[in-house]
């Protein structure tokens, strides 16, 4: 099957002050920042994309940083929380850590067979350290954690919902899912074509409110797909299913689809074409502000308006 999806590819959240976002994600958990970019929408506004340090598809965390943004709220109709993959026996590492540097944290606890640590980004952000989940052994993330602590990009997603039945069958039916575990409400399914960032948890939670998409939160999922080909023929299969999906949409590292998965959630499935090395190199990642095309003629007001970071 050529439109396989593989996997994740990045998630994307809402945060609030840009420094104190960039802070966290790259001086407390070590990730890289591997594009600096502004908004598609609102260009006045931030995009950061944290990841490793190649900018591979599977480790990509991004944020629209939006300052005056009002708190969300965890809930059904959402993706509620992140999980990263981090080396076996690592976890007393990063618990002293989040309590050396305030940050708010469950200690850790056991799931699906699996030990992870639960913490809280500085808006509220849910996310998750899962030990030992690290299958290809992505190196690790040059800068301040130590090598065999590492984060190795994602783990997987889980997505909260009022009914999971739907959901499931998109998965298993055209993202190449296949469940793997269960537990009490919680159902694992696993990418059939990826080997790392492959889960997805479909929490069942009927009698929970919905959630609210603002600081804190994720705002939309993006599974991998090879090439443009193959992410348009996901694209016929899935609007002859009656998915309202949009056209092909060019976001200059990857091409994207997004629409609505039948519990509420956004969900876009992106290329791994053309990647962030386009207009950087390997050593430059991150150290430029890279605008989208249509706003290169506004790069000066756009400098002006974006909060400094220093």
């Given at each position: 099957?050529?439109?396989?999806?593989?996997?994740?590819?990045?998630?994307?959240?809402?945060?609030?002050?840009?420094?104190?976002?960039?802070?966290?994600?790259?001086?407390?958990?070590?990730?890289?920042?591997?594009?600096?970019?502004?908004?598609?929408?609102?260009?006045?506004?931030?995009?950061?994309?944290?990841?490793?340090?190649?900018?591979?598809?599977?480790?990509?965390?991004?944020?629209?940083?939006?300052?005056?943004?009002?708190?969300?709220?965890?809930?059904?109709?959402?993706?509620?929380?992140?999980?990263?993959?981090?080396?076996?026996?690592?976890?007393?590492?990063?618990?002293?850590?989040?309590?050396?540097?305030?940050?708010?944290?469950?200690?850790?606890?056991?799931?699906?067979?699996?030990?992870?640590?639960?913490?809280?980004?500085?808006?509220?952000?849910?996310?998750?350290?899962?030990?030992?989940?690290?299958?290809?052994?992505?190196?690790?993330?040059?800068?301040?954690?130590?090598?065999?602590?590492?984060?190795?990009?994602?783990?997987?997603?889980?997505?909260?919902?009022?009914?999971?039945?739907?959901?499931?069958?998109?998965?298993?039916?055209?993202?190449?899912?296949?469940?793997?575990?269960?537990?009490?409400?919680?159902?694992?399914?696993?990418?059939?074509?990826?080997?790392?960032?492959?889960?997805?948890?479909?929490?069942?939670?009927?009698g929970e409110r919905p959630g609210h998409v603002a600081g804190g939160s994720i705002h939309?999922?993006?599974?991998?797909?090879?090439?443009?080909?193959?992410?348009?023929?996901?694209?016929?299969?899935?609007?002859?299913?009656?998915?309202?999906?949009?056209?092909?949409?060019?976001?200059?590292?990857?091409?994207?689809?997004?629409?609505?998965?039948?519990?509420?959630?956004?969900?876009?499935?992106?290329?791994?074409?053309?990647?962030?090395?386009?207009?950087?190199?390997?050593?430059?990642?991150?150290?430029?502000?890279?605008?989208?095309?249509q706003y290169e003629e506004r790069r000066e007001e756009i400098e002006k308006i974006l909060?400094?970071?220093?």
């Amino acid at each position: 099957m050529t439109n396989t999806i593989n996997g994740i590819h990045h998630v994307t959240a809402i945060a609030g002050d840009a420094r104190r976002n960039l802070r966290f994600y790259t001086e407390i958990l070590g990730l890289r920042l591997v594009k600096k970019s502004v908004n598609f929408d609102d260009p006045h506004t931030y995009h950061f994309y944290f990841g490793n340090a190649t900018g591979d598809p599977g480790t990509i965390l991004t944020f629209f940083p939006w300052q005056s943004i009002t708190p969300g709220r965890r809930g059904t109709r959402q993706a509620t929380e992140t999980a990263f993959a981090v080396p076996a026996g690592s976890l007393g590492f990063w618990l002293e850590r989040m309590k050396y540097f305030n940050v708010i944290y469950n200690n850790p606890a056991k799931r699906l067979d699996e030990e992870y640590l639960t913490i809280l980004d500085p808006d509220g952000l849910k996310l998750e350290l899962v030990a030992g989940a690290v299958p290809d052994q992505r190196p690790a993330i040059p800068g301040p954690i130590p090598a065999e602590y590492s984060i190795r990009g994602f783990h997987g997603v889980t997505i909260t919902l009022e009914g999971y039945e739907k959901t499931a069958a998109l998965l298993t039916e055209h993202f190449n899912y296949s469940l793997d575990k269960e537990h009490i409400n919680r159902y694992r399914f696993v990418s059939n074509s990826a080997t790392t960032a492959k889960y997805i948890d479909l929490v069942c939670a009927p009698g929970e409110r919905p959630g609210h998409v603002a600081g804190g939160s994720i705002h939309h999922v993006a599974f991998r797909i090879a090439t443009y080909e193959a992410q348009m023929e996901l694209h016929d299969i899935l609007a002859a299913k009656g998915f309202n999906i949009t056209p092909q949409i060019d976001r200059s590292y990857f091409k994207s689809l997004y629409f609505r998965e039948p519990g509420g959630v956004l969900f876009e499935i992106a290329t791994d074409i053309p990647g962030f090395m386009i207009d950087e190199t390997q050593e430059e990642l991150g150290t430029h502000l890279k605008l989208p095309p249509q706003y290169e003629e506004r790069r000066e007001e756009i400098e002006k308006i974006l909060p400094p970071l220093v």
